[in-house]
T-cell receptor, first 114, second 114 residues
C-alpha cells in the first residue's frame, strides 16, 4: 500500500516570504498527485494535479505554483505569500489505471501566514 | 462543473443515536462516490466508496451509504453512533471514467456526546 509524506507538518511564515511544501509518495509508481487546500467550513479545494513528471494542471488562479521533479515528489511553492494563503494543505495520491479512482491523503501541512 | 452539497454543517448526537448525513451532487453522467472522514488531528481517511453494482455500500466502522441515482444522492448512515465517531465527514464525487478531479463537499462536523 502507498504512504504519503508531507513536510513540514506546520509552518508559520511572514507575508511576502517564499514557500515550499513537499509531498513524497512511497509504495507506488506513476501516481496521479494532487494538492488541496482545506479551509474551515469550506471543504477541500483542488489547487493542482499532476499525471506525470513535469505535468501540472492548475485549477485555481493564485500566487501558488506546483512542480513535479520526480515521479513520486510533488512540491507546492510560492514566491511571495499572502495572508489569504493560510490554511491546511493536503497532498493526495491516486493510483493510475482502471478501477483505481480512489485518492489517498497525506497528513497535511498547516500554514499560517502572519 | 460538478458540485457536491452536504446539507448539515454541524450535527450533534448522543451516543447510540442513529446518523444520516446528506450528500447530493450535480452531475448527470456516471459518477464514482466517496465518503471520507477526518478524525481530530488525523489524516483524511477513506470511509467507503461506490463505483458500480449494489447501491448500498458498506464501509469501515459500521458505516454505510446508499446511492440513489434518481435523487443524485449518496447519504451516509450509521444505526448507532459512538463517541469515537466524532469527526468531520466529507462527501466527494469524481465524474465518470478517466477524470482526475475529485470534487468535495464542504464537510459535516459530527459531535457525539457521551
Amino acid at each position: 500500500s502507498q504512504t504519503i509524506h508531507q513536510w513540514p507538518a506546520t509552518l508559520v511564515q511572514p507575508v511576502g516570504s517564499p514557500l515550499s511544501l513537499e509531498c513524497t509518495v512511497e509504495g507506488t509508481s506513476n501516481p496521479n498527485l494532487y494538492w488541496y487546500r482545506q479551509a474551515a467550513g469550506r471543504g477541500l479545494q483542488l489547487l493542482f494535479y499532476s499525471v506525470g513528471i513535469g505535468q501540472i494542471s492548475s485549477e485555481v488562479p493564485q500566487n501558488l505554483s506546483a512542480s513535479r521533479p520526480q515521479d513520486r515528489q510533488f512540491i507546492l511553492s510560492s514566491k511571495k505569500l499572502l495572508l489569504s494563503d493560510s490554511g491546511f494543505y493536503l497532498c493526495a495520491s491516486r493510483l493510475a489505471g482502471a478501477g483505481t479512482d480512489t485518492q489517498y491523503f497525506g497528513p497535511g501541512t498547516r500554514l499560517t501566514v502572519l | 462543473a460538478q458540485s457536491v452539497s452536504q446539507h448539515n454543517h454541524h450535527v450533534i448526537l448522543s451516543e447510540a443515536a442513529s446518523l444520516e448525513l446528506g450528500c447530493n451532487y450535480s452531475y448527470g453522467g456516471t459518477v464514482n462516490l466517496f465518503w471520507y472522514v477526518q478524525y481530530p488531528g488525523q489524516h483524511l481517511q477513506l470511509l467507503l466508496k461506490y463505483f458500480s453494482g449494489d447501491p448500498l455500500v458498506k464501509g469501515i466502522k459500521g458505516f454505510e451509504a446508499e446511492f440513489i441515482k434518481s435523487k443524485f444522492s449518496f447519504n451516509l448512515r450509521k444505526p448507532s453512533v459512538q463517541w469515537s465517531d466524532t469527526a468531520e465527514y466529507f462527501c466527494a464525487v469524481i465524474p465518470g471514467a478517466g477524470s482526475y478531479q475529485l470534487t468535495f463537499g464542504k464537510g459535516t462536523k459530527l459531535s457525539v456526546i457521551p
